[in-house]
């Protein structure tokens, strides 16, 4: 095989761990995950120390790419801003992918030890969720932001709630379409606000 087509050993234990863990919790073995991804379990161990190691950093790669794109600026009104929010918070779960992950998070409400991971996760994620808002404000795009916690917390929920329609069928630009006019309801755009104030 050419080194163009072979394989990132990372996204094929990636591939077969995630949604492992979405059946059935953290309960299973780097042997368990070696025989879905077809390694050998050395393999596997030689990346990764087991599930525990492999679900953090499928969330630190999602993490990396949702803060990466919140540092590029946007040129836009309101909408474009939360257009870009929904769009980070999909970079987070990319490793994932929207079905297994909330195959994850519904597992979670059984598994203690997969719990905590998600809700350290979620501070994350909240966090760069806040320091977006932050950034609204400071460029006018809104004015302050009333009760920022639980605008956060409202927004982070929304979100995965939102999600959950993918799994009615619903198309991904449906769900953001629908996310977007929700967010925009918890923010006072500024008056000082126009979108060609940033050229």
Known sequence: MSPAKKKDPVAVIFAASL?????????ITIEDIASRAKMEP??????????VDILHEAFHRGQTEMERL?????????????????????????????ETYL???????????LW???????GKLSYAVKAFM??????AIVDQIDQVERVNQNLVTGFIEHLAMVLEGKKIPDI???????????????????PDAYI
């Not at 949604?19 to 309960?27: T, Y």
Request: hydrophobic fraction near 45%; glycine fraction near 8%; aromatic fraction near 8%.
């Open 134 to 139: 932050s950034e609204m404000v400071t460029m």
């Open 176 to 194: 953001k379409k629908e996310w977007v006019k929700m967010a925009m309801t918890m923010f006072r755009p500024s008056i000082r606000t126009a």
């Open 70 to 98: 919140y540092r590029i600026p946007i040129m836009g009104d309101l909408e474009e801003h939360m257009g870009v929010l929904f769009d980070g918070m999909m970079l987070s779960i990319k490793p994932f992918g929207p």
């Open 42 to 51: 050395s393999a596997v161990q030689e990346i990764f120390d087991g599930p």
């Open 116 to 122: 905590e991971i998600i809700r350290r996760q979620s």
């Open 19 to 27: 949604p492992l863990i979405a059946e059935r919790g953290m309960d």
């Open 103 to 113: 195959g994850i998070v519904y597992r979670a409400t059984e598994d203690k030890l």
